[in-house]
């Protein structure tokens, strides 16, 4: 059963725009933070972002900083990802994952991915 379903990947124009969504059981969205790592072909697979429990706090990647937001619905479980002027360099699988810890080095739950293609 799997415990992260990401949802809302898909092929976007450069400039475009898209909303990923991760749905969470409860137990796993009520106890850890939240975040999104990407890995595009040839290579390794790299944090994007995270956000906390409460979501008052939130951490993102320099390269994608003032064009991704990352929030979270504690009520549907669920988290998302905002993306906004989407760059060819964005075209990766994005995951969301699950950690306890505030760093968010080591995500203990994974989903199974979805594609962002972003054509130039």
């Known amino acids: 059963q799997a415990q992260l379903v990401e949802s809302g990947g898909g092929l976007v124009q450069a400039g475009g725009s898209l909303r990923l969504s991760c749905a969470a059981s409860?137990?796993?969205?009520?106890?850890?933070?939240m975040g999104w790592f990407r890995q595009a072909p040839g290579k390794e697979r790299e944090f994007v972002s995270h956000?906390?429990?409460?979501?008052?706090?939130?951490y993102y990647t320099d390269s994608v900083k003032g064009r991704f937001t990352i929030s979270r619905d504690n009520a549907k479980n669920t988290v998302y990802l905002q993306m906004n002027s989407l760059k060819p360099e964005d075209t990766a699988v994005y995951y969301c994952?699950?950690?306890?810890?505030?760093?968010?080095?080591?995500?203990?739950?994974w989903g199974q991915g979805t594609q962002v293609t972003v054509s130039s």
């Open positions: 994952a699950a950690d306890r810890s505030r760093a968010f080095t080591t995500p203990i739950y």
């Open positions: 956000i906390n429990l409460s979501g008052s706090i939130t």
């Open positions: 409860r137990r796993i969205f009520s106890t850890y933070n």
